[in-house]
Nanobody, 122 residues
Framework: QVQLVESGGGLVQAGGSLRLSCAASGRTFSSYVMAWFRQAPGKEREIVAVNSASGGRTDYAGSVKGRFTISRDNAKNTVYLQMSSLAPEDTAVYYC???????????????WGQGTQVTVSS
């Protein structure tokens, strides 16, 4: 497993932007599929974006497509989530996850960060 630490969450007004970062430990970061999930109170954890190990393939939840961008820097062992045009419904705890299978299902990821809170005010 790899250790993951998220940062960059906070409070932002609707329409604003935030960039989340997820730093990974270990030397095999470039072997991992990386994903961002989020979980709002009372709701199930849901996929936000997923990025292949090479960085060449990405997928997004329909609700964030065109507003969020996932990217990775394998030299820095870091994956990012650039979020723009934020809306109150984006309020959630955001988690990064690492795994070996390209998937939108949380169960396919065996390493998780502690989560970072994103709150969007109207």
């Amino acid at each position: 497993q790899v250790q993951l630490v998220e940062s960059g969450g906070g409070l932002v007004q609707a329409g604003g932007s935030l960039r989340l970062s997820c730093a990974a430990s270990g030397r095999t970061f470039s072997s991992y599929v990386m994903a961002w999930f989020r979980q709002a109170p009372g709701k199930e954890r849901e996929i936000v974006a997923v990025n292949s190990a090479s960085g060449g393939r990405t997928d997004y939840a329909g609700s964030v497509k065109g507003r969020f961008t996932i990217s990775r820097d394998n030299a820095k062992n870091t994956v990012y989530l650039q979020m723009s045009s934020l809306a109150p419904e984006d309020t959630a705890v955001y988690y990064c996850a690492a795994g070996y299978t390209y998937s939108i299902r949380p169960i396919m990821y065996d390493s998780w960060g502690q989560g970072t809170q994103v709150t969007v005010s109207s």
